[in-house]
Each structure stands twice: as structure tokens, then as C-alpha cells.
Nanobody
Framework: QVQLVESGGGLVQAGGSLRLSCAAAGRTLSTYVLGWFRQAPGKEREFVAA????????LYADSVKGRFTISRDGPKNTVYLQMNSLKPEDTADYYC????????????????WGQGTQVTVSS
């Protein structure tokens, strides 16, 4: 079983940048898709970005395209979410998730989750 641990959240001003990390442990990730989701207070969890571990194909939510970049570091078994041009509406708890094989934006189809890291963007 894969275990995920997020880090890198914090407080940043609008227009600033943060990089989130998701360290994976437990087994090889070659058949996995790693995704980032976020959940703001009172709102449903929403898809942010995903990447296939083996070939690095990426998928983004429209709301973050051009501002966020997902990437992975094989030797470190870590997925990153580089967030630039942050907006107050990006404020949320950010979660790393994993599932095998196919990329999807559906949170319900990811069966492994980290504990989350909080991102707050001030205006």
C-alpha cells in the first residue's frame, strides 16, 4: 500500500507562489496516478491536477491552468505542485491522492489520500 505525506503549505499574499510536495512511500509507483485536490471551508473537494507516474502525462482543472504545474521526481518518489500567481480563491486544504492506472478528475476514484496541507492566500 502507498502512503502519502504532503508538505509545503502556508500563508502567502495574492500573486505569490508556493510549492507543495507529496512524498510517497510503500511500493513502486510505476502504475499509479498521483493527483492534487483541494477543499475550501464549506465546499466540496475539487480536482486540481494529476500526473501519471510512468510517462508524466498531466491533467489540470481549468481554474489553475497556466498558473499551477504538477511534476514528479522519480528518485525522490515525490510529486510537486508548483503554484504561481496565487489568488485568494485558491485558499483551501490541499490533498495528495493516488490511484492505479487511469487519470481521472473524480475524487471518489482515488483510494489513497494524504493528510492534507493548508494553503491560505491573503488579498
Amino acid at each position: 500500500q502507498v502512503q502519502l505525506v504532503e508538505s509545503g503549505g502556508g500563508l502567502v499574499q495574492a500573486g505569490g507562489s508556493l510549492r507543495l510536495s507529496c512524498a510517497a512511500a510503500g511500493r513502486t509507483l510505476s502504475t499509479y496516478v498521483l493527483g492534487w485536490f483541494r477543499q475550501a471551508p464549506g465546499k466540496e473537494r475539487e480536482f486540481v491536477a494529476a500526473i501519471t507516474w510512468n510517462v508524466g502525462n498531466t491533467l489540470y482543472a481549468d481554474s489553475v491552468k497556466g498558473r499551477f504545474t504538477i511534476s514528479r521526481d522519480g528518485p525522490k518518489n515525490t510529486v510537486y505542485l508548483q503554484m504561481n500567481s496565487l489568488k485568494p480563491e485558491d485558499t483551501a486544504d490541499y490533498y495528495c491522492a493516488a490511484r492505479r492506472f487511469a487519470t481521472t478528475m473524480n475524487a471518489g476514484q482515488y483510494n489513497i489520500w494524504g493528510q492534507g496541507t493548508q494553503v491560505t492566500v491573503s488579498s
